[in-house]
């Protein structure tokens, strides 16, 4: 049997705000982060809510001791550090000087909050300006890379991209990296940020919507875009005991599966996700009978939440699991979404409270119970957490009460 | 340690050959301009036809060849599909972006927007398997398919009964991708031809290249070409870093440099870079054939996975086309294969395979 | 309105790149969707594109575009209502 692997630290940043005090007084006092947004110049500002991070460009460089202006840091990349700054302020670093750990990152579209704005002077004449500094930033390793030379660390590295799953599976290499003997520990977790690209991208499939988004409703549009990066500090248990890290959660399940279905759309009757969510059970040597609480992928998409909604009904007929969509807090936060759903599932168990879904009035018709709309109270064991992606990317993750 | 695992097919999209042409790189392309595009091949067999309408060359390619690769194994349905790319479809995220900035953010169509997601040819090899399993994407520059390689690698030796992944990569060049580029020296001025290449060493720069490369593996040796022993990343280390690495990794498996059969080198006629091949062309003996690929396919991301395709011909062919070798080794067989290859981007990988005969 | 439908139909071909198709092979009342021409839910996005560049209509639900992609002949009764260029 393998040995447990716990999360020891975390750092996240967010339209919520920075770090885990700011998060939870958010999620516990229903106060989303969305607003029209104010640093990413599209033309459709005021037509869409975002969960965009308070901070610009020049006020995270600054937060990081970085030169502000064109630096040749993307947003991307600031996200990043400024959630892992908060990190290792948490962590004894020459845990990662001294034994071997691995820095497993994720994101969707890369510099390209950078990119676009400067792709006109890629492709001109012009050989010489400010947009030499990124003309290495538009793939989705810029971030890791910058990440490990910020802090001066030499990892087993590696990038993940897939679609919105792609911080869940982030965790999910971590911790297998750890269970067969390549590295001591990982610091696993995601960042995107909110770029034009992207908005434009979701938008030409009609699924994003003008006003806050509404999972599980009846009369939902579509998703908000949101921005953000989380790192979660992954380690054996042993480890952790042995020099008196506090632990903040067992990782203790996740599967990875692919609905082979069709390449946006999940399966109509939730197959996909059933089966990804049973898989993740069979891990954690669980029955659904044992999950408190469910922080589902809820995006609010037509197809995403029947689907999921239909899994999540067929999966737990027999008890009435207590779910929510946490994504009207922070919109979807794309390939930062795994990871920044996994703090919030490991903050359940550390408040022993469920986080109520959001702008919640009529349930879809196909459903017949209802996700939670106020925080909850209640004790909290295990967290089923699910993150789906373009592709068919399914994946569930499971965290558990020490 | 964990276990090797066994290479049962190998197929290429490559500007040298493709999965349809038979022959080891008997028909050496040539290339003035420092841009080596793919030769392709029949799409169509390989691909939902109502799908591939819609499909850009990437994603064609892709799924291609990784349908032929399962199909020359006669596997219908992998348990898992895991690849690397270091750029992904350029040409569908450059059609989304211009279309964007050109049309001023309004009425925009979805498809090159969705195939432009990095994993969009996982996606649909899923799709036309049905494989319902483990499913993983890296997107990590000169690392994405050694990554790629590694998961599967781990991933068959987690599984408790036999277990057959469909590993690969994929990378494209574009118009727009090769003068981008050019701004910051990745290319020599002027090109030489591909296979002079190593001739201009001294010189910053090397030649661009593009392809695909998709394997099958297993945890089972039996109808393997060859067996997959280690794989190792690294990024930003020194030369003598490099070949630390290079003799612990040969000295776990109970080898070293000098027995090696062939030394399958990255170089890519870039001088920045060539201090590592020139040393391990020193330390090297007698034994060894020194081989190098990058002439033939161009430098990009995921070249490494055009090396292993070659390794998987050489074991098959007990042979050594002479096109590969800069200097030929007095072994008699060919029972295993060190590549060492870096990227631009300052990484460097490494990978052991061994003959199964 | 047959020119209308003929024009819409080499739009359709051209957009959605069905090789090989020329405007007769596509019955005016044949669904496009499902078991008929096979297209999907991707393919009825790229019309609405279509519907709104060529003639200025603007569908903002894909569920609604859904109904007036139905064929091409629904398609040309809602396009001579609500085109606007």
Not at chain 1, 248 to 254: E, K
Not at chain 2, 318 to 341: F, R
Not at chain 3, 40 to 69: C, F, H, P, Q, T
Request: hydrophobic content about 40%; charged content about 20%.
């Amino acid at each position: 049997m393998a040995e447990r692997i716990v999360i020891t630290a975390t750092g996240i940043i967010s339209a919520l705000g920075r770090g885990t005090e700011q998060h939870t007084g958010a999620l516990i006092n229903k106060k989303a982060g969305m607003r029209h947004p104010l640093h990413l110049r599209t033309k459709h500002a005021k037509e869409f809510v975002c969960g965009e991070v308070d901070y610009s460009n020049d006020q995270l460089a600054a937060l990081l001791e970085l030169p502000t202006g064109d630096n040749g840091y993307t947003r991307t990349t600031l996200l990043a550090l400024a959630a892992m700054r908060e990190l290792m302020g948490n962590t004894d670093t020459s845990l990662f000087t001294e034994n071997s750990f691995a820095l497993v990152n994720a994101n969707t579209v890369g510099g390209m909050c950078s990119v676009e704005d400067m792709y006109p002077d890629f492709i001109s004449e012009k050989e010489e300006g400010p947009f030499l500094k990124y003309i290495d930033t538009l793939d989705c390793a810029e971030s890791t890379l910058n990440i490990a030379r910020y802090f001066g660390l030499k990892p087993f590295m590696a990038t993940i991209s897939t679609a919105c799953s792609s911080s869940a599976n982030a965790l999910i290499l971590g911790a297998r990296l750890i269970q067969n003997g390549v590295v001591q520990r990982a610091i696993c977790g995601g960042c995107d940020a909110l770029s034009r690209f992207t908005l434009n991208g979701f938008n030409s499939l009609k699924n994003v919507d003008k006003e806050p988004c509404r999972p599980f409703d009846a009369d939902r549009f579509g998703l908000n875009l949101g921005e953000g990066a989380a790192y979660l500090l992954l380690e054996k248990e042993s480890d952790a005991l042995a020099r008196g890290a506090e632990i903040l959660a067992v990782f203790s399940g996740y599967s990875n599966t692919n609905d082979a279905y069709h390449p946006t759309a999940p399966s109509p009757d939730g197959d996909g996700a059933l089966h990804t969510m049973q898989l993740a059970l069979q891990k954690a040597g669980l029955t659904e009978n044992d999950i408190d609480y469910i922080n589902a992928h809820g995006t609010a998409t037509i197809n995403n939440d029947l689907a999921e909604g239909k899994a999540i009904e067929r999966l737990f007929s027999s008890k009435k699991t207590v779910f929510s969509s946490t994504k009207p807090y922070t919109g979807h936060t794309l390939a930062a979404a795994g990871a920044v759903e996994a703090f919030f599932s490991i903050q359940a168990i550390q408040q022993q409270k469920a986080w109520p879904n959001l702008n919640f009035n009529s349930l879809i018709e196909e459903m017949s119970f209802s996700p939670v709309t106020e925080t909850k109270e209640m004790p909290i064991n295990n967290v089923l957490s699910n993150s789906f992606g373009f592709g068919g990317s399914n994946v569930s993750l499971i965290f558990s009460r020490t | 340690m964990m276990q090797p695992v066994y290479i049962l097919s190998a197929s290429i999209v490559s500007p040298q050959q493709h999965f349809e042409d038979s022959g080891f790189l008997q028909d050496i392309k040539e290339y003035a301009g420092g841009v080596l595009s793919v030769v392709e091949p029949n799409y169509r067999g390989y691909i939902n036809p109502v799908a591939i309408r819609r499909m850009s060359k990437l994603l064609k390619m892709g799924i291609s060849c990784g349908m032929n690769a399962l199909q020359q194994a006669n596997i219908e349905k992998p348990q898992a599909i895991i690849t690397g790319t270091g750029r992904g479809s350029m040409v569908d995220t450059e059609q989304f972006l211009m279309s964007m900035i050109e049309n001023e953010e309004e009425v925009l169509t979805p498809t090159s927007f969705i195939q432009s997601t990095y994993n969009s040819i996982n996606g649909w090899l899923a799709l036309q398997t049905k494989c319902t399993g483990y499913n993983q994407t890296y997107v990590n520059r000169g690392t994405s398919f050694e990554l790629a390689l590694f998961d599967a690698l781990m991933l068959l030796n987690e599984a408790e009964e036999e277990m057959q992944v469909l590993a690969g990569c994929f990378d494209e060049i574009t118009p727009d991708y090769i003068k981008v580029k050019s701004k910051i020296g990745y290319w020599k001025k002027p090109a030489p031809v591909n296979i002079e290449l190593y001739q201009h060493s001294e010189t910053q720069g090397t030649i661009a290249g593009e392809g695909t490369a998709f394997f099958t593996l297993s945890n089972k040796a039996e109808n393997a070409i060859c067996s997959l022993q280690a794989v190792k990343t690294m990024q930003d280390a020194q030369p003598v870093e490099v070949m630390d690495a290079i003799n612990r990794l040969l000295d776990q498996h109970g080898l070293a440099l000098d027995a090696i059969d062939v030394l399958l080198c990255g170089m890519n006629g870039d001088s920045r870079q060539q201090p590592l091949y020139d040393e391990l062309a020193d330390i090297a003996g007698e034994h060894t054939t020194i081989a190098a690929f990058k002439h033939l396919c161009g430098e990009y991301d995921t070249s490494s996975g055009f090396a292993t395709w070659i390794a998987t011909e050489m074991f098959r062919a007990q042979e050594i086309p002479g096109t590969l070798v800069i200097k030929k080794g007095s072994h008699k067989e060919i029972k295993n294969i060190l590549l060492v290859n870096h990227y631009i981007l300052n990484s460097h990988s490494i990978l052991l395979l061994q003959n199964v005969q | 309105m047959e020119e209308l439908k003929n024009t819409l139909k080499q739009q359709i071909i051209e957009s959605l790149n069905l090789e090989g198709m020329k405007p007769s092979d596509i019955d005016d009342n044949a669904p496009l969707f499902g078991d008929g021409l096979g297209l999907d839910s991707i393919d009825s996005l790229e019309l609405m594109v279509l519907l709104e560049r060529n003639y200025g209509i603007k569908i903002e639900d894909a569920r609604e575009g859904r109904k007036v992609l139905e064929s091409v002949q629904s398609m040309a009764e809602y396009i001579q209502q609500h085109r606007t260029v």
